[in-house]
């Protein structure tokens, strides 16, 4: 009895030790990853923004498969919120404060008896946009002891952080990769006026040019107070595949002809019957539409126009939306 007594003595000091060497580790932490992201920071933003995008690449409906998620009617912006339920137990975020396409605030619970702060950042760098994911606050007692027996919190939770940055990117760029095409048929194209530059290169240079080209005609037309009467257009005057050459001009339809000075142009675009095509997706992609295009308007029965140039027209681009797959491209080739 008497080793009984020391037994549970001992027992006693130990646990009290314990708890006084638990209560006096310090629990702040401030513990975050990394990641360079090539893609476009509003397409960032959007995907943490919108929490309801987060069961796309959650690391942690990995880990418990078992995750119920619920939303309440705001799900984007301040005041945001999901809560979830699982083995674990249950939790919830809220989104606190933002600063759109920078970096988010958030608060989330547990239900440990603390409320760590999540915090967003992307910013620019000339290899992509960098998205740091980090979480700080203070361990209560019971999360202190928890942690110090799993090896430490920052031990556990920056491999989740670095492998939900992972499945975020991989989730952003399968989303930007998304194509479609859709065949519309015979149309009548109306035409009218354009301000124009053109120029030739190497058909891999085409992007790149052309963007400067339609920022030049746009400032040319911002500084002379002259208004856009539709969507820019891509005007192919000749495609070498052979050469890997083309002739191109990019152009911005006027309501009326402009007399201008210096290199960029008005022009005329005659009303034509055309064979229209829409493509749904990243420019990198296009040519599966054009290729349709030609191979469906053969089957119609239709024939190219001799000498012809045919033309795109962006409905939608990089600067309506961010996320490429969102991006419209209306294909007209001029047909007899």
Not at 155 to 168: A, D, E, F, Q, T
Not at 268 to 277: I, V, Y
Request: net charge neutral.
């Amino acid at each position: 009895m008497k080793f009984l007594k020391y037994f549970i003595l001992f027992l006693l000091i130990v646990s009290i030790g314990a708890a006084i060497y638990i209560a006096t580790l310090n629990g702040k932490y401030d513990i975050k990853s990394s990641r360079v992201i090539k893609a476009p920071a509003a397409l960032i933003f959007e995907n943490i923004n919108n929490l309801k995008n987060w069961q796309h690449w959650g690391p942690w409906y990995e880990i418990d498969p078992t995750i119920v998620a619920s939303y309440p009617e705001i799900t984007s912006g301040v005041g945001a919120s999901y809560s979830w339920t699982g083995k674990d137990g249950t939790g919830s975020i809220k989104t606190v404060s933002l600063v759109p396409n920078k970096g988010l605030i958030q608060q989330i619970d547990f239900g440990t008896g603390s409320t760590p702060e999540v915090y967003w950042d992307i910013t620019e760098t000339e290899l992509g946009n960098k998205v740091t994911w980090g979480m700080r606050g203070e361990s209560s007692f019971t999360e202190k002891a928890y942690w110090l027996t799993q090896g430490g919190i920052e031990k556990n939770m920056i491999p989740i952080y670095k492998r939900g940055l992972k499945l975020l990117e991989q989730h952003i760029f399968s989303e930007m990769n998304k194509h479609s095409f859709k065949i519309i048929g015979e149309v009548d194209y109306g035409g009218g006026f354009y301000m124009y530059q053109s120029t030739s290169c190497k058909i891999e240079d085409v992007n790149k040019k052309m963007k400067k080209m339609f920022e030049s005609v746009i400032n040319y037309m911002d500084k002379n107070s002259i208004e856009a009467s539709g969507k820019p257009f891509l005007l192919t005057h000749n495609w070498d595949e052979m050469n890997n050459t083309t002739m191109f001009s990019t152009c911005v339809p006027v309501k009326e002809r402009v007399i201008t000075t210096g290199n960029v142009l008005t022009g005329f675009l005659e009303p034509q019957k055309t064979f229209k095509t829409i493509f749904y997706g990243s420019y990198q992609y296009s040519s599966k539409a054009w290729e349709a295009a030609y191979k469906e308007l053969a089957n119609q029965g239709f024939t190219t126009l001799e000498n012809s140039e045919p033309f795109e027209v962006y409905t939608v681009g990089s600067n309506d939306n961010p996320n490429p797959a969102k991006w419209v491209t209306e294909i007209y080739i001029p047909i007899n």
